[in-house]
């Protein structure tokens, strides 16, 4: 089954032809990072209008890389929620044209879903049960997979996901966008010992809170500038990456432990940090991850758990919308 997936939930405009679920035939990708960069994060408008301006080509370019025209491919799969509901509507209008005009199922698709299934992709013995953690800048949340359509949250952040924290202390350290990236690079002449930042407890213990940890660094930082204190920015950098990826790796394997599970999948933007993927490696458990290739948002992974929800009948119809806020 050839499954052409469309992902334009935030800054990234992607299309992807996936064969049976795991064959990526091709996923192409237009960042519109370098005009986000400007502004220090993502402009709502600025990226819907990026995604108009895109998404045919990209489609067009995807067909071609996967050597196939639209007569073969049997079914549409989109990102209809969570996001930008503006991003969101360009790639659900797309979707729903394409399918209309082609006669072919369309199949909405959870953008969390999608990341949790990135590792499917990579990792072709993967399969539930198993417990997830997603964390990106728009989401933190540790899942039960049930099934490849069945999922249980057992953890979410209540305020900041753990990719916006990364994202704002980067800003206020003098760092470029996107955060995370610039942070970990920092962070490897540093000390992670040098600055103390706070653990946030949350009143459920597989909750996350990174609205204060990120608050204590805005601080730091000001008050430092007020005394004309010359920080350690290395070490602040890798202060604050030891901090959240102790946090994040720590809920996460107690989690596991505590419901009995023995392997784990972590996705997202933020499973591209190397010191997160050796702290959760490090506790002897069944860990996946993605390649770096299919850590930030992607058509790919559309692709696939759109054919496994193809598979337990979910297709949509002319009515899909988008839809900002949509939890599992």
């Given amino acids: 089954m050839l499954i052409l997936a469309i992902e334009s939930s935030c800054d990234e405009t992607s299309c992807a032809v996936v064969e049976d679920g795991r064959n990526v035939l091709s996923n192409i990708t237009a960042t519109q990072l370098d005009e986000h960069s400007l502004y220090g994060g993502v402009v709502p408008e600025l990226a819907s209008r990026l995604h108009c301006e895109c998404i045919s080509s990209v489609c067009e370019s995807a067909l071609s890389a996967a050597g196939v025209g639209k007569k073969d491919i049997d079914a549409i799969a989109v990102t209809f929620a969570p996001g930008l509901v503006g991003a969101l509507l360009v790639g659900v209008n797309f979707a729903k044209g394409f399918a209309l005009g082609a006669n072919k199922p369309l199949i909405p698709v ?16 993967l399969s539930p049960p198993y417990l997830a953690m997603v964390v990106s ?34 800003r206020a350290m003098g760092l470029a ?38 608050t204590a660094t805005l601080n ?29 790796s720590e809920k996460f394997v107690n989690a596991a432990r505590e419901h009995g599970y023995k392997t784990l999948a972590l996705s997202g933007g933020v499973a591209a940090n190397s010191l997160l993927r050796e702290k959760i490696a490090a506790h ?17 992974m559309i692709g696939c758990q759109g054919y496994y929800e193809y598979l337990n009948g979910t297709v949509g119809d002319m009515t899909l919308n988008a839809v900002a806020n949509q939890q599992l």
């Fill in 284 to 300: 002897g458990l069944e860990f996946y991850y993605p390649p770096l290739s299919l850590c930030g948002d992607n058509a790919a």
């Fill in 220 to 248: 730091l930082i000001h008050n430092a500038k007020q005394k004309k204190v010359e920080l350690d920015i290395p070490s602040l950098a890798a202060s604050f990456q030891h901090t959240v990826c102790e946090i994040l």
């Fill in 137 to 170: 800048g728009g989401h933190t949340q540790i899942m039960k997979v049930d099934d490849y359509t069945r999922f249980t949250t057992i953890g979410r952040t209540i305020d900041d996901a753990a990719g916006e924290a990364f994202d704002k202390a980067a």
């Fill in 110 to 125: 959870h953008h969390i879903k999608g990341h949790i299934a990135s590792n499917y992709i990579a990792h072709k013995s």
């Fill in 177 to 214: 966008y996107p955060g995370g990236i610039h942070i970990e690079k920092a962070a490897l002449n540093g000390d992670s010992k040098k600055y103390k930042l706070p653990f946030p407890k949350t009143a459920n213990k597989y909750d996350f809170s990174f609205s204060g940890l990120k």
